[in-house]
């Protein structure tokens, strides 16, 4: 049945009562490529695309208000996609960046419960956590299915995985909401991915305005450091090896991305394939033996140091980098990267600008990227 006559069925059967707010969402193709938003009133119909094949719809939701969820509609709409009655009022969130989602969008207390909670960087989420008001349901590949239907969930908020399920949670007629956020190429695309869960918590004007801001925001950055001409732009590499390859992020990556917007010139520009390409140690030692900057990442308890880089492998020691201290690393494990990435990237971007040109954002405090430690 055709989306203009499933929306005319919606009007048949709205309430007499006056929505206090419409379910209305602007257009979500600037930013977001496996998003797609449109409808209104009582039915907003939403199309996540396949993140391993965009061209291909991967699941198709009815977010019906709850007021006008009459059986024959759900059913109408159930045979071309999934029905959600929102606002949803109790979620189980398998993600730390959704959950941290959720918190900023203020309806941290429709999160009823999460999955791999030891994950959870979010403070308010882990204080809910400890004191009982949020529920652990243990491994996201293996959830308690259990006590999940004993806390009359309204639906699954999880990320999808390619040629992976959701095993047995998938049996038990609750709605699971496949947020591809993650896989999205440019940060402000992660971002785009709020609507879609302000919309699920009946908070669709506040993540229009939360969007709004950081979209403007980044925006503005990146028109600052825009300004430095190309041949101040100075070269970098980013990461490092794991196991036997190294594998460099595409030049059109979300990291890619951010250090382009900060005015830097990333080594690997070339690199344009889907996510990243694995190299050996040898080639990216020739090609970036010589940059200014070098950007990672770790997840540890205490700080990274040069000592521990050249023990983890000894010609790390050769790029210039490192023996001109320029290297920049995120502790994963002590910030909140990983959520702001999707929420805040505006906030990322500030920090590689500071560093890349500290003369642009005088008054910025880094949050994520500091110097590795001696």
């Not at 006590?147 to 009359?152: A, L, V």
């Not at 390619?162 to 949670?169: K, P, Q, R």
């Not at 028109?223 to 190294?246: F, N």
Request: contains cysteine.
């Amino acid at each position: 049945m055709a989306a203009a006559v499933l929306l005319s069925a919606a009007v048949s059967c709205k309430s007499s009562q006056k929505p206090e707010k419409e379910l209305f969402v602007r257009d979500t193709a600037s930013y977001a490529a496996g998003l797609d938003i449109s409808g209104g009133g009582d039915v907003v119909k939403v199309q996540v695309r396949d993140p391993w094949d965009t061209l291909v719809v991967r699941r198709t939701y009815w977010l019906v208000r709850r007021e006008a969820a009459s059986d024959s509609l759900c059913s109408r709409l159930g045979a071309t996609g999934v029905v959600v009655k929102v606002p949803v009022e109790r979620a189980v969130v398998y993600t730390s960046v959704h959950a941290a989602m959720a918190e900023q969008l203020g309806v941290v207390e429709k999160v009823r419960g999460v999955c791999e909670s030891q994950y959870m960087t979010s403070q308010v989420i882990r204080q809910r956590i400890a004191d009982g008001l949020i529920s652990d349901y243990g491994s996201s590949t293996t959830p308690n299915v259990e006590k999940i239907i004993e806390d009359r969930t309204d639906v699954i908020i999880a990320s999808p995985f390619e040629n992976s399920s959701y095993g047995a949670a998938e049996k038990l007629g609750i709605p699971i909401v496949e947020a591809a956020d993650y896989m999205e190429r440019h940060p402000l695309g992660r971002t785009t991915w709020v609507r879609f869960l302000g919309l699920l918590f009946g908070v669709g004007d506040r993540a229009e305005e939360m969007l709004a801001q950081v979209v403007s925001n980044y925006n503005g950055l990146k028109a600052l450091a825009a300004s430095v001409p190309v041949q101040e732009r100075p070269t970098v590499m980013l990461e490092r090896k794991y196991g036997q390859a190294w594998f460099v992020p595409s030049q059109s990556s979300y990291i890619g991305t951010f250090h382009k917007d900060a005015a830097a010139r990333y080594i690997f520009s070339d690199v344009d394939d889907t996510d990243s390409r694995p190299m050996q140690f040898e080639e990216v030692l020739k090609r970036a033996e010589n940059a200014q900057f070098w950007f990672l990442k770790y997840t540890a308890e205490r700080p990274m140091t040069y000592d521990d880089l050249k023990q983890e492998y000894a010609p790390y020691a050769n790029f210039a980098p490192f023996k001109n201290r320029r290297i920049y690393a995120c502790n994963t494990l002590e910030s909140t990267y990983y959520d702001d990435i999707t929420l805040r990237p505006d906030r990322i971007l500030a920090d590689f600008i500071k560093i890349y040109h500290p003369s642009l954002l005088p008054d910025h405090q880094p949050v994520y990227y500091f110097p590795l430690s001696e």
